[in-house]
C-alpha cells in the first residue's frame, strides 16, 4: 500500500522525481484498540524525535484485515537514512518497536520506498487516501510515465481531487501507483461516480492494456488514524 503521510505544502511538477515516501506496513494480531494506540502513539514518539510527520493509515478495503501503515515524506534517501539514524540511537523508540512483537503478526513488517513522480491538484486535509498500483510493461517505462503523470491530470479535472503519480524505487521493477486523498466518505462517493460518468476516463482505462500487465493492479481505500 502506498499512501500518503505528511504532503501538506508539498507541490510537485511534471518532469522527474521530486520526493520520497516511506512506508511501512504491518499487520495487527492483537486487540484493535490497543494496536491502534499504539500505532498512533509510536508515530507521535518518531515526529518528536526527528521532526519529520508521521501519518498513521488502516486499510479499510484492498488488504489483510488489521492492515497498519505509518507514512513519512522526505526530499531524499540521505534524509531517511540520518532520519532512521537518530531512531536508531533512541532507547525509547527501540523499547516501543520490541513492544510490536507482541501486536503484530510475525513476519508481516515490511518497508516501501516510493518516488512522488507528480502530483495534480491542491491538497487539503485527507480523510481516506486510495491507490491503484499496476505494472508497467518492460520497453515501455517512458510511456507509462507519460500515461501516468496525465492520468492524474485528468483525474484530478474531473474529480477536483489531488492525484499523485509515483514510481517504485524498490521491488518490482516498474511497479507504479497513482494516491488519490479524500476530505470524508461523501468525497470517495462523489469521485467515483464523477469517474464512472466520464467517457474520457473510459477511454483512458481501456488503454491500460497496452501498457501495462495483465492482472497487475491492485485497489486499497485507507482512513488515516491520526
Request: glycine share 10%; charged share 20%; aromatic share 8%.
Amino acid at each position: 500500500m502506498v499512501v500518503e503521510g505528511s504532503w501538506r505544502h508539498l507541490r510537485f511538477t511534471k518532469g522527474g522525481f521530486t520526493m520520497l515516501i516511506n512506508v511501512r506496513s504491518g499487520v495487527i494480531d492483537a486487540a484493535l484498540p490497543d494496536a491502534i494506540g499504539f500505532a498512533v502513539d509510536i508515530a507521535d514518539h518518531v515526529e518528536n524525535t526527528t521532526g519529520v510527520a508521521v501519518g498513521v493509515w488502516q486499510a479499510l478495503y484492498g488488504r489483510p484485515l488489521g492492515s497498519i501503515a505509518w507514512s513519512v515524506v522526505v526530499d531524499s534517501f540521505a534524509d531517511l537514512a540520518a532520519m532512521n539514524q537518530k531512531l536508531a540511537e533512541d532507547t525509547a523508540y527501540l523499547d516501543k518497536t520490541e513492544a510490536a512483537r507482541s501486536m503484530f503478526v510475525a513476519g508481516s513488517f515490511e518497508d516501501g520506498l516510493t518516488n512522488i513522480v507528480h502530483t495534480a491538484g491542491d491538497e487539503g486535509p485527507m480523510a481516506y487516501v486510495s491507490s491503484v498500483t499496476a505494472l508497467g510493461l518492460a520497453g515501455k517505462m517512458a510511456d507509462v510515465a507519460e500515461f501516468g503523470a496525465d492520468m492524474a491530470d485528468h483525474v484530478n479535472s474531473v474529480t477536483g481531487g489531488t492525484v499523485s503519480f509515483c514510481a517504485d524505487a524498490f521491488a518490482e521493477v516498474g511497479r507504479v501507483t497513482w494516491v488519490a486523498g479524500y476530505a470524508d466518505a461523501e468525497a470517495i462517493d462523489s469521485s467515483q461516480a464523477a469517474l464512472a460518468g466520464d467517457a474520457e476516463y473510459l477511454e483512458r482505462i481501456a488503454r491500460i492494456g497496452d501498457l501495462f500487465a495483465a492482472s497487475s493492479g491492485t485497489t486499497v481505500l485507507s482512513q488515516r488514524l491520526n
